[in-house]
């Protein structure tokens, strides 16, 4: 890596530009964030191959001369009919010594609509009974007519082997096979299957026979709708269940992903501590950027070129003149305070704008010149720090005097980005080919974060300084935008384990992996109750595992609110009395409502409810109780009294 780094010091500047692979820019980092907070993905198709096999199921005809073992039943097909492995010697077929053929029926072929049909392979699995000349080949039958040589014609062997032809062609057009003309519904549907023989002396046998269509198609990754509770809707139990129904086009079967959060964007809850990839990233000339939290302004830097400022963040990046000619600009940063700017130069200075405003002057940093490649800036206390490549990490204590060598690590690194959050003080450094390293609170030494488990080109880093989140680029390899920590929705759950909570209400009987266009349901456990009051969005998404093993798009995303009070009349469907309960039947559940502090219940209708009831819509007697004290929901919540 050194002799590497030496040797790109010696090149023409741009060559080395690209060697080093630049920082993200700041547009892709924008889209990038955007993209992000929208959760948008598209779902490819994927072209794949796929095949199906059949097996004979009756006999159409048979010419020559045929011997079957066991010899009841007298029938062809069923001694050549063996699914996977054939059975050898148990059952077979004895032709010769006079030449024929054997053609059979077979289950018919469903091949999807839109494959691209590569071609049928028939496979003959035979033996000689003695030793001496012969010769067998596939045989197959196409709209009444039979291809009885079409195929390539091959000696028997002394040990059962599988002797195969690929049809490519229709032989009845020729031309390509359709998928009409594999599934039989066509003008030229494929009929039958089996072998034949121009030379059966000597005998020989046939253990199996069977028949592969090999196809390619292009798989669409299933579509997901919500069924139950619809968008907006309010519901009274905190372990509702969630409807939805995915389908295939392809017709293959799906499992489920269900997600629920407290925020529309499925992010309020860490999931992990460690630095996920939020998306890949391309590289240019772009080499920094920074952002003033206060009044909004942008600033990016361009190696061999200009500093560029958009105002408020709106607007084109418009460039400053910096310093009246291009520099090797590495690096950005913004004091959101007082607005000072700061830009590291590769083989050169520090510079500052004051205030955000009139030129970049250069600080002397260190005495000599240095390879920044970083530079960030605290907006509390205004402690400016800077990395150099192949070097050290160096501080300005609030923003005046010198830049001070921290011995960060004890070693030179190849750092290429720093950062600090202006909270706590924690400062963050990324090493080029390395880890991301922290100091916390801004004292003691940088220890490393294994960030991703593994060595990365590191090329920049960034903190949020509000929540502690932290970004990272990685400028080749795996390249791409990191952050830490990982955000998720407070619930993600997968059909896939097979979980019991998933049930299809279609067909009870069908289980993980559902079949397309079922009703699905995901009950949320007692564990995960929701908290009542309290608004939830939730959204599903399908993959199908045995083809593309591709997720499609997330449905349209729902929202709902677990109710804190017992529903209005218009809601209720039935009331039950049990002993001192009253089981309030809803649209979603039944309520269980009973008075606490064991108080008597008074049989006489509360002045709210109607005297008389529907005879089905009412069980248990005829009167009502009217509940005295603070009444209870079992597993919900409490009900006021009024609403009784």
Request: glycine letters at 10%.
């Amino acid at each position: 890596m050194q002799k590497i780094n030496k040797n790109m010091k010696k090149m023409p500047k741009t060559q080395s530009i690209w060697l080093k692979i630049g920082k993200i820019t700041a547009w892709f980092l924008i889209v990038t964030i955007v993209a992000n907070f929208l959760n948008i993905f598209i779902a490819p198709e994927v072209a794949h191959a796929a095949s199906q096999v059949a097996y004979p199921s009756g006999d159409i005809s048979a010419a020559g001369t045929w011997a079957v073992f066991p010899t009841s039943p007298t029938t062809k097909f069923d001694k050549v009919d063996e699914v996977g492995a054939n059975d050898g010697d148990t059952s077979y077929l004895t032709h010769g010594t006079t030449a024929g053929s054997a053609l059979f029926s077979f289950s018919a072929f469903s091949i999807p609509a839109g494959a691209i049909i590569t071609n049928l392979t028939v496979t003959v699995v035979a033996r000689d009974v003695t030793s001496g000349k012969n010769a067998v080949q596939p045989a197959i039958s196409v709209n009444g007519t039979n291809y009885l040589t079409t195929s390539t014609s091959t000696e028997v062997p002394t040990a059962y082997t599988a002797i195969s032809y690929a049809y490519t062609t229709n032989p009845l057009t020729p031309a390509a096979w359709t998928v009409a003309d594999i599934n039989g519904t066509g003008t030229r549907p494929l009929q039958g299957f089996g072998v034949s023989s121009a030379d059966a002396s000597p005998a020989f046998r046939i253990t199996q026979v069977y028949a592969t269509v090999n196809y390619t198609i292009t798989n669409t990754a299933p579509t997901a709708v919500l069924n139950t509770p619809t968008n907006g809707s309010t519901i009274y139990t905190d372990t509702p269940d969630l409807v939805s129904t995915c389908t295939d086009v392809n017709g293959d079967t799906v499992e489920y992903k269900v997600q629920v959060d407290t925020v529309n964007t499925f992010d309020s809850s860490v999931s992990s501590q460690t630095f996920s990839r939020l998306t890949t990233a391309g590289y240019g000339s772009w080499q920094g950027v920074a952002v003033n939290s206060t009044n909004g302004d942008v600033y990016a830097v361009v190696s061999g070129g200009d500093i560029y400022k958009q105002t408020a963040g709106t607007g084109t990046f418009s460039p400053l003149n910096a310093t009246g000619a291009n520099q090797s600009w590495y690096g950005v940063a913004v004091n959101s305070t007082n607005g000072d700017v700061y830009a590291v130069v590769s083989g050169g200075d520090i510079y500052k704008q004051t205030a955000g405003t009139g030129t970049f002057s250069p600080l002397n940093a260190t005495g000599a010149n240095q390879s920044w490649y970083g530079v960030a800036v605290n907006s509390t206390n205004g402690d400016v720090y800077a990395v150099v490549y192949s070097g050290d990490i160096y501080k300005q204590t609030a923003g005046t005097g010198t830049f001070s060598p921290l011995n960060a690590t004890g070693a030179t690194k190849y750092w290429h980005g720093v950062a600090v959050n202006s909270s706590n003080g924690d400062v963050y450094a990324a090493a080029g080919y390395g880890d991301i390293y922290k100091q916390t609170a801004g004292t003691g030494t940088f220890s490393p974060l294994n960030a991703t488990g593994a060595n990365n080109y590191w090329y920049g880093v960034a903190v949020n300084s509000t929540n502690g989140d932290v970004y990272a680029a990685v400028g080749a390899g795996s390249n791409g935008i990191y952050r830490s920590p990982t955000y998720g929705p407070l619930l993600s759950k997968f059909s896939a384990i097979p979980d019991a909570t998933f049930t299809d209400v279609t067909n009870g009987a069908n289980t993980h992996p559902f079949p397309s266009g079922d009703q699905v349901k995901y009950t949320i456990q007692p564990g995960d109750a929701l908290t009542p009051g309290q608004t939830y969005y939730w959204r599903v998404a399908c993959i199908d595992p045995s083809v593309s093993n591709t997720y499609g798009a997330w449905s349209s995303t729902y929202s709902f609110i677990v109710d804190a009070s017992v529903p209005t009349l218009g809601e209720i469907l039935f009331l039950v009395l049990i002993g001192c309960a009253v089981f309030i039947g809803v649209k979603t559940g039944v309520i269980k409502l009973k008075p606490t502090k064991n108080e008597p219940i008074d049989k006489k209708p509360p002045k709210d409810i109607p005297p008389v009831l529907p005879k089905n819509n009412h069980q248990g007697p005829t009167s009502l109780c009217e509940l005295r004290g603070t009444p209870s929901v079992d597993g919900i919540t409490k009900i006021p009294k009024k609403d009784a």
